[in-house]
Each structure stands twice: as structure tokens, then as C-alpha cells.
């Protein structure tokens, strides 16, 4: 069983589109995030959600929204695709106190915007 | 800016060599953690370094941390071939997230 999964792995669109990322974790966890991996590899913290709270990192453009159906889910949705957003996001989850244990990844959904 | 710098970028060893990573940081951390990111795959978890440990061992991973140096390494003993990928640090941030460093590509020949 997959522990964090996210749909599609690969997603190719055009400038302008709307695009959804879906994540789902079966592991119980509490908290769960969103990353971007840069063609460089730098890997940066998008959005972190737990049942309580929504972490937003304000470096992200408000296109990107991340919504939570429920604790097991994080669904990442960007409007207006831009060429820039083209990347590697990954989800993870952890459980709460996440300086304490580690962060479980998923296999990462690569978006090519043309 | 990065929380996290590895180095170096890239590492090219011979198998059965030790391959040995640094990372530094720049603010104070609760805990360190490393993890391997295979190509095209997704980050795993290798050894988690409380910030009161200085030193830590699992199978052949050794981990140091220097606190007053905020810096930490990863020694990799024996390496084998499939020992090749991205290998990066990361810090908490009071509990809510981790921060990677650029991570660090290791290499190793047959």
C-alpha cells in the first residue's frame, strides 16, 4: 500500500489553464504539506495544513490554493498556469510535532506548463 | 534563501569508498534530519539528529551534529552503486515544516 499518493504523476498543460494536484495519505497523520522542486533540485515549502491550521508561505502567489477535503487529503489547485510554475511538487505528511519524526513523500506529480 | 546548504553539489566516488556530505544552516534548529531522493522518485527519510545529539549511526550512515558551528555531515561508509542519488539535509521550523538545503548528488561507480 501507498503510504502518500498523488495524482497524476505527470501533467502537461498550457499557459493560463487551471490544474488540480491530488494527495491522499493513509498513514493517520495529522499534517500534511505541499513542495516544489525547481529544475535545480531546491526543494521549498509551500503550504502547511493540519487540522487546525493552514501555514501559508508567503512566498507562494495567491494562484496557488491548497484545500482539504478532510485529514487524509491535501489538494493542491493553481489558476492561471504560468510557464515559471512548471516543476516537481511533491506532498508529504507527518504526524504532528514534525521536529520530533520524519515526513513521509510522495512520488511527485511533474507539471509542465508549455 | 535556502535554511540548509549541502556540500558539495555533487560527489563522484569509486564503490566501496566513503562519501561524506555537509550541510550547514543558518538560524537555531530543534532536530536535523537527512534524506535520499533517488531520480524521479520521492524523498526518504534516512536519520533524524535531535539538536542535543552530536553523533548517530544507522546501518552505514553516520551522522554528526555541531550546534555552535550549525553544521552537520553525512558519512555514507562502503558505498555500493545503488547508494547513487540526491542526498539532502533538512531543518524544522518550530514544528511546522522542514527547510532543504540544495541537496547533494552523489555518484557511485561500479
Known amino acids: 500500500d501507498t503510504a502518500v499518493s498523488q495524482t497524476p504523476k505527470y501533467l502537461v498543460t498550457q499557459m493560463g489553464n487551471d490544474k488540480s494536484i491530488k494527495c491522499e495519505q493513509n498513514?493517520?497523520?495529522?499534517?500534511m504539506y505541499w513542495y516544489k522542486q525547481d529544475s535545480k533540485k531546491f526543494l521549498k515549502i509551500m503550504f502547511s495544513?493540519?487540522?487546525?491550521?493552514?501555514?501559508i508561505n508567503e512566498t507562494v502567489p495567491n494562484r496557488f490554493s491548497p484545500k482539504s477535503p478532510d485529514k487524509a487529503h491535501l489538494n493542491l489547485h493553481i489558476n492561471s498556469l504560468e510557464l515559471g510554475d512548471s516543476a516537481v511538487y511533491f506532498c508529504?505528511?507527518?504526524?504532528?510535532?514534525?521536529?520530533?519524526?520524519?515526513?513521509?513523500f510522495g512520488q511527485g506529480t511533474r507539471l509542465t506548463v508549455v | 534563501s535556502q535554511q540548509g546548504e549541502e556540500d558539495p553539489q555533487a560527489l563522484s566516488i569509486q564503490e566501496g569508498e566513503n562519501a561524506t556530505m555537509n550541510c550547514s544552516y543558518k538560524?537555531?534548529?530543534?532536530?536535523l534530519q537527512w534524506y535520499r531522493q533517488n531520480s524521479g522518485r520521492g524523498l526518504v527519510h534516512l536519520i533524524l539528529i535531535r539538536s542535543n545529539e552530536r553523533e548517530k549511526h544507522s546501518g552505514r550512515l553516520r551522522v554528526t551534529l555541531d550546534t555552535s558551528k550549525k553544521s552537520s555531515s553525512l558519512l555514507i561508509t562502503a558505498s555500493r552503486a545503488a547508494d547513487t542519488a540526491s542526498y539532502f539535509c533538512a531543518t524544522d521550523n518550530a514544528g511546522n515544516m522542514l527547510t532543504f538545503g540544495g541537496g547533494t548528488r552523489l555518484m557511485v561507480k561500479p
Open positions: 495544513y493540519n487540522n487546525k491550521e493552514l501555514i
Open positions: 498513514l493517520g497523520h495529522d499534517t
Open positions: 538560524t537555531s534548529i530543534n532536530n
Open positions: 508529504a505528511s507527518s504526524p504532528a510535532s514534525l521536529g520530533l519524526v520524519e515526513a513521509f
